[in-house]
């Protein structure tokens, strides 16, 4: 079997909301996570500005992909998430914000913080006490900390434990 590559995940999570939010308006949407089908991939590419190739994660069998949207606009993906279940917690491979949801421009903000709530959310449902790790890029590993209340545990491997998990649960999914 092949060893992929460990990809530091270099996401910024903007805001905690409750949903995602509109930066223009301010108003607040609720939405869906579903899981990423082949179809979905047509709009997901280099050219229209994601950066990774999803359509590797989604033939990847050990992975879990899921596409984030808004309910009332299930066409338009606002982020993506791919992740493994393993014996004891979840590990994240990528995240990748939509490109219309990246920079001082954005039109969503807590996107990011949505899809990784669900992943805390997953690992409940797995029995794992919401143990989920990534690999961050050094330079985010503070802002994962501060945001996320993540812990370093060595290197750059996070963790997200049964405390930090549940407060992403309770923002994002209260009404669950």
Same mark, same amino acid.
């Given at each position: 079997?092949?060893?992929? #590559?460990?990809?530091?995940?270099?996401?910024? =999570? @903007?805001?905690?909301?409750?949903?995602? /939010? &509109?930066?223009?308006?301010?108003?607040?949407? /609720?939405?869906?996570?579903? /899981?990423?089908?082949?179809? $979905?991939?047509?709009?997901?590419?280099?050219? &229209?500005?994601?950066?990774?190739?999803? #359509?590797?994660?989604?033939? $990847? &069998?050990?992975?879990?992909?899921?596409?984030?949207? +808004?309910? @009332?606009? !299930?066409?338009?993906?606002?982020? %993506?998430?791919?992740?493994?279940?393993?014996? @004891?917690?979840?590990?994240? &491979?990528?995240?990748?914000?939509? !490109?219309?949801?990246?920079?001082?421009?954005?039109?969503?903000?807590? =996107?990011?913080?949505?899809? =990784?709530?669900?992943?805390?959310?997953?690992?409940?449902?797995?029995?794992? @006490?919401?143990?989920?790790?990534?690999?961050?890029?050094?330079? %985010?590993?503070?802002?994962?900390?501060?945001?996320?209340?993540? +812990?370093?545990?060595?290197?750059?491997?996070?963790?997200?434990?049964?405390?930090?998990?549940?407060?992403? +649960?309770?923002?994002?999914?209260?009404? $669950?």
């Amino acid at each position: 079997m092949k060893k992929h #590559k460990e990809i530091e995940l270099d996401f910024e =999570v @903007d805001y905690l909301t409750n949903s995602i /939010r &509109n930066t223009i308006s301010g108003d607040s949407f /609720r939405t869906n996570i579903l /899981r990423l089908t082949t179809t $979905d991939l047509k709009q997901i590419t280099k050219k &229209n500005g994601w950066k990774f190739n999803w #359509k590797v994660e989604l033939e $990847d &069998n050990s992975k879990e992909v899921f596409k984030l949207t +808004i309910v @009332d606009n !299930p066409q338009v993906i606002q982020g %993506l998430i791919s992740f493994t279940i393993n014996k @004891d917690h979840i590990y994240m &491979n990528l995240l990748e914000n939509a !490109p219309f949801n990246l920079g001082k421009n954005k039109l969503y903000e807590g =996107v990011a913080g949505n899809l =990784v709530a669900y992943v805390c959310k997953t690992s409940f449902q797995y029995g794992f @006490d919401g143990y989920v790790s990534f690999t961050a890029k050094k330079k %985010l590993i503070e802002h994962y900390i501060k945001t996320l209340n993540a +812990i370093n545990y060595s290197g750059q491997l996070m963790i997200l434990n049964t405390e930090s998990s549940s407060i992403l +649960i309770d923002k994002y999914f209260k009404n $669950d």
